[in-house]
Nanobody
Framework: QVQLVESGGGLVQAGGSLRLSCAAS????????MGWFLQAPGKERVFVAG????????FYADAVKGRFTISRDNAKNAVYLQMNSLKPEDTAVYYCAAGSGVYVRDMDYPYWGQGTQVTVSS
């Protein structure tokens, strides 16, 4: 049974930082690309960042380039999202997902975590 468990969300002031973690189990983690998505209230889930199985290729949505960094540790079966210079518009539930490649469409990822709330106050 595949499980993805996010942690690290919380309340932070604008300009602050958070580091999200996603712990994976029940799959050969090093064989999967990983993605982070966000979903704001009343809106669709959108791609934030993705990383290939080796960590060699990383992709970011334009809105977070230069502020967010995705990384992974295959020895720990974990993927991370370092979020700096946070803005109120980053407020959302953040999900990690596992898939066969880095895709921007959420439908292309078969495995999902339950999400972690990030709230950025102005």
């Amino acid at each position: 049974q595949v499980q993805l468990v996010e942690s690290g969300g919380g309340l932070v002031q604008a300009g602050g930082s958070l580091r999200l973690s996603c712990a994976a189990s029940g799959l050969t983690f090093s064989s999967y690309a990983m993605g982070w998505f966000l979903q704001a209230p009343g809106k669709e889930r959108v791609f934030v960042a993705g990383i290939d199985w080796s960590g060699g290729d990383r992709f970011y949505a334009d809105a977070v380039k230069g502020r967010f960094t995705i990384s992974r540790d295959n020895a720990k079966n974990a993927v991370y999202l370092q979020m700096n210079s946070l803005k109120p518009e980053d407020t959302a539930v953040y999900y990690c997902a596992a898939g066969s490649g880095v895709y921007v469409r959420d439908m292309d990822y078969p495995y999902w975590g339950q999400g972690t709330q990030v709230t950025v106050s102005s």
